[in-house]
């Protein structure tokens, strides 16, 4: 009876290591995937620095292979710069954040609007300039 309540805990044990795909987990790593959205501070070619909406700043590398999407197709890592708004999910592997996706919302910032002025037209607040 003993051996069979410790064959069955090993198998358990096993399976709890097991990942998403099947394939067992590495040391160290996670087995959900974390999705954090934000927009990109820094941007390389093999990584990303984004900061959420509450201001938090979250730092990861882009996997190999890891699927980076536009407007539903797949392009290159390098397609993601400065400014962009984005989703990545993420694994915790070795004390790194790895990318496994990451979903480009906007490529580029939206535009700034700029006011323009005429000389002697508006002032402060919408004040009226007296004409010199």
Request: with cysteine.
């Amino acid at each position: 009876m003993k051996r069979w309540l410790v064959a069955g805990l090993a198998v358990a044990a096993l399976a709890g290591c097991r990942g998403e795909s099947g394939k067992e987990a590495a040391p160290g790593e996670t087995e959900a995937l974390i999705t954090v959205g934000g927009v990109v501070t820094e941007a390389q070619p093999d990584g990303l620095t984004l900061r959420t909406a509450n201001g938090e700043v979250v730092e990861m590398r882009i996997a190999e292979g890891a699927q980076v999407m536009l407007g539903g197709r797949e392009v290159p890592a390098s397609t993601i710069r400065e400014g962009a708004s984005v989703r990545a999910s993420f694994r915790e592997e070795e004390g790194e954040n790895v990318a496994r996706r990451v979903d480009i919302d906007r490529a580029e910032p939206a535009p700034t609007p700029t006011p323009s002025a005429t000389p002697g037209s508006q002032g402060p607040a919408g004040t009226q300039q007296p004409a010199r």
